[in-house]
């Protein structure tokens, strides 16, 4: 067991709003952690500009030895044509392949202060808590060939989406165990809702088949049901109460979590976790972007990168107490009126964590 003093959290702030909301959660970690190690990394465009590469090899060593590492956002309009294998994502990219976190949790909670602000009327909201497992490390994001080439005079584009039967079952083995200790008996899919295309896809004909295999051996005792991701895009803005767990690849991982994020008020407010093995330090990164249009500007709601650092404390460092008080302070300041301009109010990213701070 590693001590708590010799934990290390490993800041990578990244490009765009990611620097200013990075900071806002490392006061945070100063008060609640006081002696968690941090310390700075470069990823992404920052990392590009400084060593031509977006991940150096020195910044994945390094993230292997640290206990968790905390990321801002990555990309923007500067790096448009710097070629692909060098641009800003693959450093994330890179990153997330590199620790091998297969599972990206991402909750969809709605603040009851935010019910209001969401882009659905409040009671489809009101007491909405989804949590998305999102497959991060295979699927069309990696598989290959991956290419542009020229064929008879015009161009083609091929991207592969692949899965085996041990990335679909361990992902899936995540969503499992998370749901058994999120016990509901509201709502339509009170347990696992998987989703994946198998209607037209040979990866969704696995995945179904082997999260129905793995459920069967392992988890029977947690309710499993299975739908089309495009059904299941239309179900999260129609009842999005009805869903707990939902379980998808990396692709339509990607698309609902955005989706899903809309219904708690606004994408400045989602954390997630992207984990691995056990051993393994948990990637902690707000779900929204770079936003390279309000960059520096101080209008970035910082409560995404604050929950990243609550997700943190709680799945990699094993502070329960203080991610607790993380997400107490964050409530009590959304309920006190603490607004950023994504959730209709005009604090500045300073402001905004200072109103998390009094409640801390
Ligand atoms: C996310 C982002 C990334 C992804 C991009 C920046 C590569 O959209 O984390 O959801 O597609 O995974
Ligand atoms: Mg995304």
């Avoid at 058994?180 to 998987?194: A, D, E, N, W």
């Avoid at 129609?238 to 991982?253: E, S």
């Avoid at 302070?329 to 905004?352: E, F, I, P, Y």
Wanted: charged content about 25%.
């Amino acid at each position: 067991m590693v001590q708590p003093n010799s934990q290390t959290l490993l800041l990578l702030p990244g490009d765009g709003i990611g620097p200013e909301v990075t900071a806002e959660a490392r006061r945070v970690a100063e008060i609640v952690a006081p002696d968690l190690a941090l310390e700075d990394g470069l990823l992404g465009g920052a990392s590009y500009d400084a060593h031509g590469e977006p991940m150096t090899a020195a910044t994945l060593a390094r993230a292997k030895e640290c206990d968790a590492i905390l990321m801002g956002a990555v990309g923007g309009p500067k790096w448009d044509n710097v070629p692909r294998d060098k641009r800003p994502e693959a450093g994330l990219l890179g990153m997330r392949k590199g620790l091998d976190v297969y599972a990206n949790l991402r909750p969809a909670y709605c603040f009851p202060a935010l019910a209001a602000a969401s882009a659905l009327r409040t009671e489809l909201v009101e007491g909405l808590d989804i949590l998305i497992v999102r497959e991060l490390t295979s699927g069309v994001y990696f598989g290959q060939p991956k290419m542009i080439e020229t064929v008879g005079g015009e161009r083609r584009a091929v991207d592969t989406q692949s899965y085996t039967t041990g990335e679909i079952r361990r992902v899936a083995a995540r969503a499992f165990e998370l749901a058994r200790g999120r016990k509901r008996t509201s709502g339509k899919f009170p347990g696992v809702l998987s989703c994946e295309k198998s209607n037209v896809m040979e990866t969704g004909v696995l995945w179904r088949e082997e999260v129905t295999r793995l459920h069967k051996e392992q988890y029977s005792d947690v309710r499993l049901d299975h739908m089309l991701a495009d059904a299941a895009a239309m179900h999260l803005v129609k009842a999005p109460k009805d869903i707990n767990v939902l379980l998808a690849d990396n692709l339509f991982g990607d698309i609902l979590s955005d989706e899903a994020s809309m219904l708690t008020g606004s994408i400045g407010m989602l954390p997630s976790a992207s984990l691995g093995e056990p051993g393994v330090p948990g990637l902690y990164e707000p779900v929204h972007g770079s936003a390279p249009d309000i960059a520096g500007k101080g209008l970035a709601n910082p409560c995404a990168a604050i929950l990243s650092l609550e997700m943190a404390l709680r799945w990699s460092l094993n502070r329960p107490e203080a991610a607790d008080r993380v997400w107490k302070a964050v409530d009590a300041a959304l309920s006190s009126g603490a607004r950023t301009a994504d959730l209709g109010g005009n604090l500045t990213t300073r402001q905004m964590t200072d109103a998390i701070l009094k409640h801390l």
